[in-house]
């Protein structure tokens, strides 16, 4: 069965340090999403991506933030700067044309 | 502004105690309401989509329904590997983003 696949599963970066963060969607699925979960809160929107660009961002999606799709399978989130606060597991997710979106296992952020 | 709220935010059943999980949301230009369930340390595995009032969804002992206003996640006779926490996400908006709800952690005891 098609998943959505995510590395690492686990990252431990020094805080202003740069990260990026990759996902594979499933394939033949158009648009692209990052989600993040701080420990014991809810699932946050961040971004996503249709067409080769952002469509629609969070607040929590500023400049430190960038999203590009490389080549033909690759979806990166890049974190330029790392905080504290970046500490979460961020999910990537994938949606075609029916409604529902299949999220990776996520990669868990640890900032130190 | 949109929002998403699940209740209650943890449930404890014995095994074989059927019930239901809330989720009730406010947002302008609804295209679906979707199910989830999430194991710790997991990404959210997807359960159901409910696209009008009226719907219904079944698989295994979970059926979701869904009102104007709500939606229901009955869990008839439970078992101990339905212990997860099930997530609600309405999808609305011209990209179709989904809104989260914190969710409620259901916890069934053998």
């Known amino acids: 069965e098609p998943e959505v696949t995510q590395t690492p599963s686990h990252q431990v970066t020094q805080m202003g340090q740069e990260v990026i963060l990759r996902c594979v969607p499933i394939?033949?699925?158009?648009?692209f999403y990052w989600y993040r979960q701080i420990l014991g809160q809810k699932v946050e929107f961040l971004v996503s991506?249709?067409?080769?660009?952002?469509?629609?961002k969070s607040e929590i999606f500023d400049d430190q933030f960038s999203v590009e799709r490389p080549d033909g399978s690759n979806f990166t989130l890049k974190i330029r700067s790392t905080k504290l606060e970046d500490s979460a597991m961020y999910f990537c997710?994938?949606?075609?044309?029916?409604?529902?979106?299949?999220f990776g296992q996520g990669t868990r952020l640890t900032v130190v | 502004e949109d929002q998403v709220t699940q209740s209650p935010e943890a449930l404890r059943l014995q095994e074989g105690e059927s019930s239901s999980l809330n989720c009730s949301y406010t947002?302008?230009?609804?295209?679906?309401l979707f199910w989830y369930r999430q194991d710790p340390g997991k990404g959210p595995e997807f359960l159901f989509t409910?696209?009008?009032a009226g719907e219904e969804k079944e698989k295994e002992r979970l059926k979701a329904t869904l009102t104007k206003k709500e939606s229901f996640l009955h869990i008839t006779a439970p078992k101990p590997e339905d212990s997860a926490t099930y997530l609600c996400?309405?999808?609305?908006?011209?990209?179709?983003?989904?809104?989260f709800g914190s969710g409620t952690k259901l916890n069934v005891k053998p």
């Open positions: 997710a994938s949606r075609g044309a029916p409604a529902e979106a299949f």
């Open positions: 394939s033949n699925h158009l648009y």
């Open positions: 991506f249709y067409n080769n660009e952002i469509s629609e």
């Open positions: 947002v302008s230009g609804l295209r679906g």
């Open positions: 409910l696209y009008s």
């Open positions: 996400a309405v999808q609305a908006g011209n990209f179709n983003k989904f809104y």
